[in-house]
């Protein structure tokens, strides 16, 4: 079993317990609450397209491969620091056992910032849509590798009924033909997730083969301004970075270090 078979078998699990905790029918209740009472819609699509820079900041306190990055990593703090360097977007990491995330950072961040949030983490049930809308994010990941293709078209319909707008990841030639489904962005690993070895050459070998009518994201292995230019130049609008961030003191800092480069 790889990294990412282990990750999805142990999300089932949790996300049957979630259910427990929290009925099915009391969470869809109250998302169902809030969006009569109207909710902020925040586009990540556009954000991307709109801002200078197109960053997607991210607060990931931990990865199975590094261990813990910033153990003590604030989400009162951080995703507003991001904000007001530069950021064109948030990724906020809601996984626990593998990332150190929690759905209570985006709660927290939410409040705090106006620029889109996504929600990051290994999807794979209607509920976890229920709660990203329910927390406040504004888009979540998809993951094409483990999905199959109807199941990213009927997460990704249900999404734009919750009002969520999709990220869809791909990693290689074999899920080119999900590039079809009408997502919000698509987006390109460079972390293969079965080794968690990471090499930004896959954007650039995918580039020509993704539809340029979709706003292309590279997410992953990015560590300097130069690379970016030579992304954008291939046809990405979207950045996600944030290992090289929050390994330093002041991520929100390094943040803005980095955009002062480009």
Partial sequence: MDILEEIVAHKRIEVAKQKEQTPPRKLYAEVEQMMAEGVTKRSLS?????????????FKRKSPSKGWIKEDGKPEEIPLAYEQNGAAA???????????????????????????????????????????RHIGADAVLLIAAD?????VRS????????????????????????????????GVNNRNLGTFVTNVENSFRLAAQLPQDKVLVSESGIGNSETIRLLREAGYRGFLIGESFMKTDNPGEALKNFISQL
Avoid: C, W
């Fill in 147 to 151: 999905l199959s293709k109807q199941e």
């Fill in 90 to 132: 948030l990724s906020i990491l809601t996984d626990e056992m593998y990332f150190g995330g929690s759905l209570d950072f985006i709660r927290k961040a939410r409040p705090l910032v106006s620029i889109p949030i996504l929600r990051k983490d290994f999807i794979i049930d209607e509920y976890q849509l229920f709660q990203a």
């Fill in 46 to 58: 556009q954000a991307l397209t709109e801002n200078d820079f197109g960053i997607i900041a991210e």
């Fill in 155 to 186: 997460l990704t319909a249900l999404a734009h009924d919750l009002q969520l707008e999709v990220l869809l990841e791909l990693h290689s030639e074999h899920e080119l033909d999900f590039s079809d489904i009408p997502v919000d962005a698509l």
